[in-house]
């Protein structure tokens, strides 16, 4: 696995994380109105969509941290 396709997967992550954001502010701002209290769970939803992108851009991060260590010790026998 490259470093640039775990750096990607990261800005898709941060994409998604991003817009679930927005949704997220605006269902919060929705929910000062009574009425709309069927929304509480599109916000339920919106946060636990966001654990499987923290995990994964966690993941990845962790490849890429992985494989920089790697590349110093190589870097460092060949030395």
């Given amino acids: 696995m490259e470093i640039n396709s775990n750096i990607s997967s990261m800005l898709a992550t941060q994409q998604e994380l991003a817009q ?3 949704n997220i502010s605006k269902i919060a701002s929705a929910l000062g109105d009574p009425g ?5 769970s599109s916000l339920l939803e919106e946060i636990t ?6 995990i994964s851009y ?3 991060a962790g490849v890429i941290s ?8 190589l870097l460092n026998i060949k030395a």
Wanted: a negative charge; hydrophobic letters at 40%; glycine letters at 0%.
């Fill in 58 to 60: 966690e993941a990845n």
């Fill in 49 to 54: 969509e966001q654990i499987p992108l923290q």
């Fill in 66 to 73: 992985t494989q920089n260590a790697v590349q110093d010790i």
């Fill in 20 to 22: 679930n954001a927005v």
């Fill in 36 to 40: 709309l209290q069927e929304v509480s």
